[in-house]
């Protein structure tokens, strides 16, 4: 934190006026062992990288590790780096849903416990799953108070109502007896479940980079401290359960109002990914740095192409959308490669694979045999199957070209991304953080909390000032 930030926050307190450390729940604050009541959030393949964790960490400011996409020992390097450079400081890990392939997200989970990670931020989860509730429940112990001490802390994002009641819940009893069975968890870890929820943290992720239900965030929030209400006549543990913000946050304002909606928390995204620690390269910095809030597109999600499920991501100079979004009607319209016409499938091979079928499936069929073998052997019995296994490469090859910086293939970059970079970059052209080298993740939270606060105590006071009829005394 810079001297000039640290003067301006105790003339605030001086004069009493709303100062970024009154934003928000001071249980979130004390439970995370945060300054702020805000955390950065995990990007897959460690676009939300070491670096960030760290600076954030340093700063007394919660981040996650974008673990998605990575091999477990690249994981476990980055635990330990946490544990020497943050140690019992704010940090934690990414946990993906895995919804093909659950033996990964067994193996997370596994490993998490194994190395003591005692944050993660849980995403893409339609339905508890086994991996969830046994890291959830792993540890459970009565406090001196009798209350429930509970290692091991679930955030989880969430855009849907019916998704968002489960994590108000205690974990489904089903999968806390099959963990007993299996001795995964004590008979005492079993018992106390029924008293906790599934998470502590619960962020409303509305329009925002990356998947996306493009909810808006003054209906899905409020919605959601709502339902946190009415979990609570139920299970009276919900009440503790703090609900956040996610999604557009790329102003002082944006955030302002996220509290004033009735938020415990804000999480950013895709802010983070103009910034020095990111883990993305260079070049998709320098895309990302000339972004506006309309240069924007929703897309097919590549993990998801059979679902039909979205995702937001940077269109402006890339013909990326326009491909990911062809991808997806021919998958939608075709039973197989072979019913391609030629001209349809000399494009696809010469223009976004840059390689015939065949070396792709190549590369894809010995990718699956070690990573979901079951899903290689429906793909060699259903040739629709193949045909998505096959699509689906051009989303992975896209994420590789954006996050090694490949000239040659710029078109293709995917970039996760949503409009609050836009915002962002407007409100910074002219300053000294207009270049993205000059961008620090812990300086734009800070310039995010401490902006809402004078935002709030400006608009408080011009409230307290004004006459019935709108004039100023």
Not at 145 to 165: C, I, L, N, Y
Request: aromatic content about 6%; proline content about 4%; charged content about 25%.
């Amino acid at each position: 934190m810079t001297t000039s930030l640290v003067r301006a926050d105790r003339t605030a307190e001086e004069r009493g006026d709303i100062g970024a450390k009154d934003l928000g729940s001071a249980a979130f604050r004390a439970d995370h062992g945060v300054r702020y009541a805000y955390a950065a959030g995990s990007m897959y393949k460690a676009v939300a990288s070491e670096e960030l964790v760290i600076r954030m960490g340093r700063s007394g400011l919660l981040a996650y590790f974008g673990a998605g996409g990575l091999r477990a020992d690249r994981v476990v390097a980055a635990v330990r780096r946490f544990e020497r450079e943050i140690g019992d400081g704010p940090w934690g890990v990414n946990l993906l849903a895995s919804h093909e392939n659950p033996a990964r997200e067994q193996e997370q989970v596994e490993l998490f416990l194994q190395h003591r990670v005692r944050r993660v931020e849980a995403a893409s989860f339609i339905v508890p799953t086994r991996p969830l509730v046994q890291y959830r429940v792993s540890g459970l112990r009565t406090a001196p108070d009798g209350s429930v001490h509970v290692p091991h802390r679930v955030m989880a994002k969430v855009s849907r109502p019916e998704v968002a009641q489960h994590f108000l819940e205690p974990p489904p009893r089903h999968l806390v007896d099959a963990l007993l069975a299996d001795g995964a968890v004590t008979a005492d870890e079993a018992a106390l479940a029924e008293r906790i929820t599934l998470a502590d943290d619960l962020c409303a992720e509305a329009d925002s980079g990356g998947h996306t239900d493009q909810r808006q965030l003054v209906v899905l929030l409020p919605d959601m401290v709502h339902q946190r209400g009415r979990a609570a006549a139920r299970f009276p543990s919900a009440a503790r359960v703090r609900v956040g913000a996610a999604g557009g946050l790329g102003v002082p304002e944006a955030v302002a109002a996220a509290f004033v909606l009735g938020a415990d928390f804000v999480l950013t995204g895709s802010i983070n990914q103009c910034t020095a620690e990111c883990g993305t390269s260079n070049r998709v910095k320098d895309m990302l740095q000339q972004a506006e809030v309309h240069d924007m597109a929703v897309v097919p999600a590549g993990d998801m192409l059979e679902t039909g499920a979205r995702a937001q991501v940077l269109r402006r100079g890339l013909f990326y959308p326009a491909r990911a979004n062809r991808l997806y009607e021919l998958y939608r319209r075709h039973d197989s490669i072979d019913d391609l016409d030629d001209r349809t499938a000399d494009q696809l091979q010469r223009r976004y694979f840059r390689r015939t079928f065949d070396q792709v499936w190549e590369e894809t069929r010995a990718y699956y045999a070690q990573a979901n073998p079951a899903s290689l052997h429906r793909a060699e019995q259903d040739p629709k199957h193949k045909m998505l296994l096959i699509f689906k490469a051009y989303f992975v090859q896209s994420i590789r070209l954006a996050m090694s910086g490949s000239e040659e293939h710029q078109v293709d970059y995917q970039i996760n991304c949503g409009p609050a970079l836009g915002a962002l970059n407007s409100r910074l052209r002219g300053t000294p953080q207009e270049h993205w080298r000059e961008r620090h993740v812990d300086e734009l939270a800070e310039l995010l909390m401490r902006g809402a606060a004078d935002v709030l105590t400006q608009r408080l006071a011009g409230l307290t000032t004004a006459t019935p009829h709108g004039s100023r005394t």
